[in-house]
């Protein structure tokens, strides 16, 4: 009598709330996975102390969340694997699967496994049923961000405070479960909810408030502990946020495979992506459908249209993670942001590249408020300081150029 062995447990590190969406898929496809809770001062102690200060704060929080995970109780590291996706290129992300296997075997655990898609070919291959994975992952992180884009649209207004965090809490959990149900129609009235509940929030709004475009480094930009929560700290300090969102990203993961392939003259190969990248864009739209109403700029603009944008600033050909931040700034720039906040780790190569180019972009966006923050995972005594000054530009450029007329839909 044969006895099966029991499926490796796959742990995700929590860069945000759209890695929730990760587990909650594989685990719809009958493979146990654990989200990896959020970095503390505890998982920084134990990063830095594993790490040789050259690394990224990205690098630093992942490497402490992972030596956290095999400190706790009853850990098996024979039936653990890290999901941990990869790249290739100029970024120290690529290097971050060999540091951290050689902290694992420097612990002894070479039983662990490491393993995941890398962004090269738009990480495809994902998973047993790669095509069913790949929605589920796709639908859950397009929910999160207008989620997310929902939350900082009324977050400000709110007229009772922690309102707008309760239903983006609910919801969230709420696209949790429906990605491990499966996705599909229980997303879409999980949005459809959505809508109703923010709609109805009593909100405030005799003014509108200088709007703050955040773009570079995805991970700290999204990850509240690395950058500080600088989402929160803009509006305490009288702004509204619109952030890049997650599935950015994976659009330019589809564009820059595609481009891969034109050089490399493989047509077969760019059929096919253009049909997953239409197929992401239908279900992106039948999402945001429900709420689209709510929002200014509910839709993803086109990656070559952000290319384009990119162009008379720095090659496309150079493939980073620069070329979203500059043509993203010139994106929210066109929709009325009164500054731009370019988060990067300290030292980033990507971000110091867009830093470098801000002057030109803010000369040909009538010098639009600017403001590089570089995250080292070690604090930041002067932030505060240099985000009030900073607003005080936005709020400055705003009366010059924006029209203050209050919003219809947000005067209540």
């Known amino acids: 009598m044969s006895v099966s062995t029991p499926a490796k447990t796959y742990y995700f590190p929590f860069m945000c709330d759209h890695a929730l969406i990760l587990a909650a898929a594989f685990r719809a496809e009958g493979q146990p996975a654990v989200m990896l809770p959020p970095s503390t001062d505890e998982t920084l102690a134990l990063g830095l102390a594993q790490c040789g200060g050259r690394e990224c704060a990205p690098c630093v929080l992942i490497s402490g969340d992972l030596v956290r995970l095999t400190r706790q109780p009853g850990f098996d590291p024979a039936q653990a694997v890290l999901f941990m996706v990869t790249s290739s290129g100029s970024c120290r992300f690529g290097q971050y699967v060999t540091l951290l296997r050689h902290i694992l075997d420097r612990l002894g655990l070479r039983e662990m496994e490491i393993t995941g898609p890398t962004v090269n070919d738009a990480y495809q291959g994902l998973g047993k049923n790669p095509l069913r994975l790949r929605r589920l992952i796709w639908e859950g992180a397009v929910a999160v961000d207008l989620l997310q884009k929902l939350l900082h649209r009324y977050r400000p207004y709110e007229r009772q405070p922690g309102a707008a965090d309760a239903i983006y809490q609910g919801c969230l959990e709420a696209v949790v479960a429906a990605t491990e149900a499966g996705g599909g129609r229980e997303l879409v009235a999980v949005m459809e909810r959505a809508a109703r509940a923010f709609e109805e929030l009593p909100v405030e709004r005799r003014k509108r408030r200088p709007l703050i475009g955040i773009v570079g480094e995805i991970y700290l930009r999204h990850n509240r502990y690395g950058n500080l929560d600088l989402v929160r700290r803009v509006e305490a300090l009288g702004g509204e946020v619109d952030l890049a969102p997650i599935i950015e990203w994976l659009y330019y993961a589809n564009w820059r495979f595609d481009d891969t392939c034109r050089v490399r003259g493989q047509p077969l190969a760019r059929a096919r992506m253009a049909l997953v990248d239409r197929y992401q864009r239908a279900l992106e739209r039948r999402l945001a459908r429900p709420l689209a109403h709510l929002l200014d700029h509910p839709y993803e603009t086109p990656v070559a249209r952000l290319m384009r ?104």
């Open 309 to 412: 944008y990119v162009e008379p600033y720095y090659s496309t050909d150079l493939g980073n993670e620069c070329l979203l931040s500059i043509g993203k700034t010139v994106e929210l720039a066109r929709h009325g942001v009164c500054g731009v906040i370019n988060v990067m780790p300290f030292s980033c190569m990507p971000g110091i590249i867009t830093a470098a180019i801000a002057p030109r972009l803010r000369q040909d966006l009538d010098q639009l408020p600017w403001l590089d923050i570089a995250f080292d995972a070690q604090g930041g005594t002067n932030l505060t300081t240099r985000l009030e000054a900073f607003m005080h530009q936005a709020a400055e450029f705003q009366a010059r150029r924006l029209d203050l007329t209050p919003h219809p839909r947000m005067v209540r």
